[in-house]
């Protein structure tokens, strides 16, 4: 009888010890994510070429704000004390929850007055008008029939060279010359692979370009009416992930993980940083050149290739900028598409006597970003 109670008194100071134990690790898991969380949100604020770190984890946000959401929830049925960890951290992630989930239920509804006139824009990473499906019907070009038919005023297009016959991609002179026609103006950087079509007269601007090839910028004067507008084509540094490194991504997403992919996964590792590191320098020098030329309505739009709120975000929005998406969009938006990278890095940002009234993400998939719509007015 001795014997018994004694080991039922083992037993319960050894299931009380387990409970202890699960219950600080739990704790230490809530607190390490809700920490995280804090770290990701603000990551935009540390530049990439002083520490790389932040933002490769700014780039898990969104997946973090779900978990802790959901540890929030489980929480209140354990802990509330411990909820509350979650909750704090999510109450100190609410600007960059906006960047990523902004909610503007009733942004279409805008009064237009008299005196105002209204931009339609568009923004288009055109993959070099190759078609990601391989889809080409009536032998025509789906990239440039979304060009043509978009009835935008000005738009900015990325991974985009002279206007030429393209066969192989079934680019139709007879496309090349309905866009001409629509698109009188045009400045092109054709080196760095951005252009401005516009239906408006344009001066072109010359700036500074970037040494890193197929990254870079095209600016030019729009005159609409009696105002002006400095309209900027970006194109920040991409990745530079080859076919293999692909592969390799796609196998870890998969969670096939090997020893043998260690120093595959290191390369993938090196070449994010690496591009976190050109896209900061980039936006730095962007910029000096935007507060040299001193527009005062300015819309800068293109293939950011990093997430809304990061450094080169944060950079080349200064003081005087807003970003359209931010601004009037509801709802997460993806706008690249392609290889597993489900992101939002293809950005709209303005500035002076323009106000965003429409924000639109395009569906075709011919290029491996969508395109983006955005109707503007200029107040007078």
């Given amino acids: 009888m001795t014997d018994n109670h004694t080991s039922e008194k083992k037993s319960r100071s050894t299931m009380s010890r387990a409970a202890t134990v699960i219950k600080w690790l739990w704790l230490a898991m809530t607190v390490a994510v809700a920490v995280t969380t804090v770290i ?10 002083k520490m790389t770190w932040p933002s490769l984890l700014a780039m898990a946000f969104p997946f973090l704000v779900i978990t802790d959401v959901l540890l929030g929830l489980i929480n209140l049925f354990i ?3 411990i909820a509350v960890v979650q909750w704090i951290a999510l109450l100190c992630s609410i600007p960059a929850i906006g960047n990523w ?3 503007h239920p009733f942004s279409s509804h805008h009064e237009v007055s008299d005196d105002s006139e209204i931009v339609r824009f568009m923004s288009y990473n055109t993959f070099g008008f190759a078609d990601d499906e391989n889809c080409y019907p009536d032998s025509t070009n789906r990239t440039a029939t979304a060009i043509i038919r978009s009835g935008a005023d000005i738009i900015c297009l990325q991974e985009v060279g002279m206007l030429v016959d393209m066969p192989a991609r079934c680019l139709t002179d007879a496309q090349i010359d309905s866009i001409n026609e629509v698109y009188p103006y045009f400045a092109s950087e054709e080196e760095k692979m951005v252009s401005i079509l516009s239906k408006y007269p344009l001066r072109e601007i010359s700036l500074e370009q970037p040494p890193s090839p197929h990254s870079g910028w095209q600016a030019a004067e729009v005159t609409v009416g009696s105002d002006t507008i400095l309209v900027v084509s970006v194109h920040l540094q991409s990745f ?3 076919e293999e490194d692909k592969i390799v991504y796609h196998q870890i997403t998969d969670g096939s993980v090997s020893g043998n992919m260690t120093d595959a996964g290191l390369i993938i590792y090196h070449k994010l940083t690496d591009a976190f590191k050109l896209r900061a320098a980039q936006a730095d020098m962007l910029r000096h050149q935007l507060d040299s030329l001193g527009y005062r309505n300015v819309i800068l739009s293109g293939d950011f290739n990093d997430i809304a709120g990061c450094y080169p975000m944060r950079r080349l ?8 998406f931010r601004s009037i969009a509801t709802g997460p938006v993806i706008t690249y598409h392609s290889d597993r990278f489900f992101f939002n890095i293809d950005h709209t940002l303005y500035q002076g006597d323009l106000t965003p009234i429409r924000y639109r993400r395009g569906d075709i998939k011919s290029s491996d970003h969508y395109p983006l719509y955005i109707t503007f007015l200029i107040d007078r």
């Fill in 101 to 103: 989930f902004p909610v």
């Fill in 79 to 81: 802990s509330k004390r």
């Fill in 240 to 242: 530079g992930l080859n």
């Fill in 317 to 324: 929005l200064g003081r005087t900028m807003k970003s359209v």
């Fill in 40 to 49: 990701s949100a603000n990551s935009g604020l540390i530049n990439p070429e």
